[in-house]
């Protein structure tokens, strides 16, 4: 039987599947899902295009992105917990999808 495939290709699997477009750390100006490993887990970033961040700079008054943010990571964050997986509160940085071994435990 072969092994497990490692959270990140999971996350991006459960993300890819729901829809979501995924970028590289590499990719700029490009918006999408950036998925890294960290010591943790897996970090989920969402990354706004140059032309959203201009169209927003336009709006006083705003946050640049923090709204759609927040409901992208709110999005991300169920379809993760959907599969079972345990996803940390979102921050700023993005959510942090944990580690089997790293899951708190109830």
Not at 71 to 78: E, I, L, M, T, Y
Request: hydrophobic share 40%; charged share 10%; proline share 8%.
């Amino acid at each position: 039987m072969p092994p497990p495939a490692s959270l990140a290709v999971q996350v991006r699997h459960a993300l890819s599947e729901a829809g979501f477009h995924l970028v590289a750390n590499t990719d700029s100006g490009t918006s999408g899902l950036q998925v890294s490993e960290t010591p943790a887990g897996v970090l989920v970033r969402w990354v706004a295009s140059d032309g959203f961040h201009a169209l927003a700079a336009g709006q006083s008054g705003r946050a640049p992105d923090g709204g759609i943010r927040a409901v992208v990571q709110a999005a991300v964050g169920g379809v993760l917990m959907q599969r079972g997986h345990t996803v940390t509160t979102p921050e700023e940085d993005g959510i942090l999808v944990l580690a089997p071994s790293t899951t708190p435990s109830q």
